[in-house]
């Protein structure tokens, strides 16, 4: 199937991952350069993506994947593929996808990877979905609706570990040594979750705007457990913020409630502090961003840092 993405503000839509615009054109069987341009008011299309059903047998919810292959993938045969899992697929994924293609334009700055984006679960809207999923305990924020549910990120990892990833690499020629998930704001707390409590899971980890104030910083208290057991956390992690992610009450592009830059620049010094052999860890705050502007720029940086040209 291909991805269809009616023209709203949040579904941008390009081409894929990988070689230079030229290169792609060059080497790229037809199929992956053909447009979809049908007309007459059609949905756009994304053309070359998949949309596969993976449900979970657990929890009886339905659940989508969306696959874009690079473009090297149909004529490198024997070649096996770092894969780059991100949450709130709805918005992510075709950001990414177009992004990586313009990162490329000029020179390699990102290598060939399969792009896998993970959906919200069908029949929930996206913020109570996410909040479900990606939380690690039920003491959601007191400015969440009366019917928000919050704390179900444990049972979440089970799917993605149980499901999605052996989904993934029975069907595609994926690496397995090579697995990123990227997730911003709930995302990166549960991309923080899977570094702290599967650290096997993933081998890189692309944290946007971590939600580290949730429930009282309870993932800091999870750093400071995993360290008294710990000697080594092995793992590529980057993390970005927006330079107005912090508190300043007199100035409305602030956050008026929590320091996100103060908080990822914590966990940052804290995970230095241990020492760990296997962890390389970077960030970066972006200057003149805020929670909703910051995801692009943060997206392209991750991508650079943990996903470099082969």
Not at 161 to 178: I, K, N
Request: charged residues 20%.
């Amino acid at each position: 199937m291909r991805l269809m993405v009616l023209a709203t503000a949040a579904a941008i839509a390009v081409s894929g991952c990988g070689k230079t615009e030229g290169e792609a054109v060059r080497t790229a069987p037809k199929a992956a350069v053909t447009t979809a341009q049908s007309g007459n008011g059609a949905p756009y299309v994304l053309t070359g993506t998949q949309v596969w059903d993976v449900p979970d047998p657990v929890s009886g919810r339905k659940y989508q994947i969306f696959v874009n292959l690079p473009a090297s993938y149909e004529f490198d045969a024997q070649r096996r593929y770092p894969v780059l899992y991100v949450t709130d697929a709805d918005y992510a994924f075709p950001v990414i996808r177009s992004m990586v293609r313009r990162l490329n334009l000029e020179r390699p700055r990102v290598g060939d990877f399969i792009l896998v984006g993970l959906s919200y679960a069908q029949g929930d809207s996206g913020s109570h979905s996410r909040r479900r999923d990606y939380t690690p305990t039920p003491k959601g924020p007191s400015s969440a609706p009366a019917d928000a549910v919050h704390g179900g990120s444990a049972a979440y990892r089970q799917y993605i570990r149980e499901q999605v990833l052996p989904f993934v690499e029975g069907r595609f020629r994926a690496d397995p040594e090579s697995r990123v998930i990227l997730g911003h704001s709930y995302g990166g707390l549960l991309g923080a979750e899977f570094l702290l409590q599967e650290p096997g899971v993933f081998s890189g980890y692309i944290l946007g705007s971590p939600s580290f104030w949730y429930d009282k910083k309870h993932m800091l208290k999870v750093e400071a457990d995993y360290a008294k057991a710990h000697k080594d956390l092995p793992g590529r992690v980057f993390m970005y913020v927006g330079g107005y992610e912090t508190v300043k009450p007199d100035d409305a592009r602030y956050n008026n409630d929590a320091d996100l830059v103060g908080d990822m620049r914590l966990f940052e010094t804290n995970l230095k502090s241990r020492g760990y052999p296997g962890l390389t860890i970077s960030s970066e705050v972006l200057p003149g961003e805020d929670h909703l502007t910051v995801a692009p720029s943060g997206f392209a940086r991750g991508l650079m840092a943990v996903l470099p040209p082969r």
